[in-house]
């Protein structure tokens, strides 16, 4: 079978209507319906292969299955070189939140210093995907023993008025002030956040239960 085929027959159709909820910038007739840890193992099985080799080459797809096959395809990849080099070519044909998150290369962990530098070229993308991914590899990889204050203003200086970007850039703040209150919450308190993105920054750091109830009433303090 191809690659695709073997997707159609993994379908679940209640779940491909499920699915299209959660991703409406996703025709849902492009939903074939596999579900994630069927699409995980298609791809640990597949990594290695020729097929595999190909089928990352063969863009745009046709199916939003087949893009989420190929974020984990991608994030399989143990080159870190190679792995940019495809995810570059890949991020161009994101356009969904859901097949941009699944996104996370496994080498990126062991290559941080070389990161760094490609952050910063993925947050100035004008292409919503894109920087969101470039955001997310920050909130991933550099807000824990490899944090620098200096990473927090990176988020800061984005200005979009893309909401999956700014729903990214709140998720990294409300994950900052969970890993590193001290350096975040002066970000929140001098309102160097767009509004919206400020509140629901404040919003999703309320929700979390690593916040603590006089964080969460202080963060209260500070809607705008």
Same mark, same amino acid.
């Given at each position: ?67 989420? *096959? ?6 399989? +990849?143990?080159?870190?070189? /190679?792995?940019? $080099?495809? @995810?570059d070519a890949f991020l161009p044909f994101v356009d969904n939140w859901a097949v941009c998150d699944i996104l996370s290369p496994r080498v990126f962990k062991k290559t941080r210093a070389r990161l760094t530098s490609e952050i910063l070229r993925w947050t100035a993308s004008i292409h919503t995907y894109t920087c969101r991914f470039g955001i997310e590899m920050l909130m991933t990889h550099f807000l ?32 900052? *002030? ?6 975040? +919450?002066?970000?929140?308190? /001098?309102?160097? $956040?767009? @509004? ?29």
């Amino acid at each position: 079978m191809t690659i695709q085929e073997e997707l159609f027959a993994l379908q679940d159709t209640e779940y491909a209507a499920f699915q299209s909820k959660l991703t409406p910038t996703v025709p849902s007739e492009s939903i074939i319906g596999v579900r994630v840890p069927q699409l995980r193992k298609l791809a640990k099985r597949l990594s290695k292969t020729k097929e595999a080799q190909k089928f990352l080459l063969a863009l745009p797809h046709n199916y939003y299955d087949e893009n989420m *096959l190929h974020s984990l395809l991608i994030s399989e +990849i143990k080159d870190f070189d /190679t792995c940019v $080099l495809a @995810t570059d070519a890949f991020l161009p044909f994101v356009d969904n939140w859901a097949v941009c998150d699944i996104l996370s290369p496994r080498v990126f962990k062991k290559t941080r210093a070389r990161l760094t530098s490609e952050i910063l070229r993925w947050t100035a993308s004008i292409h919503t995907y894109t920087c969101r991914f470039g955001i997310e590899m920050l909130m991933t990889h550099f807000l824990d023993d490899d944090f620098e204050p200096k990473y927090l203003e990176i988020p800061s200086q984005i200005h979009s008025d893309e909401y999956y970007v700014n729903m990214m850039v709140a998720w990294f703040f409300a994950t900052a *002030l969970v890993k590193q209150w001290d350096f975040t +919450i002066p970000y929140l308190e /001098t309102e160097k $956040l767009d @509004t919206w993105t400020h509140n629901k920054t404040i919003q999703k750091a309320r929700e979390s239960y690593r916040i603590t109830k006089e964080q969460k009433l202080y963060l209260k303090s500070l809607k705008r």
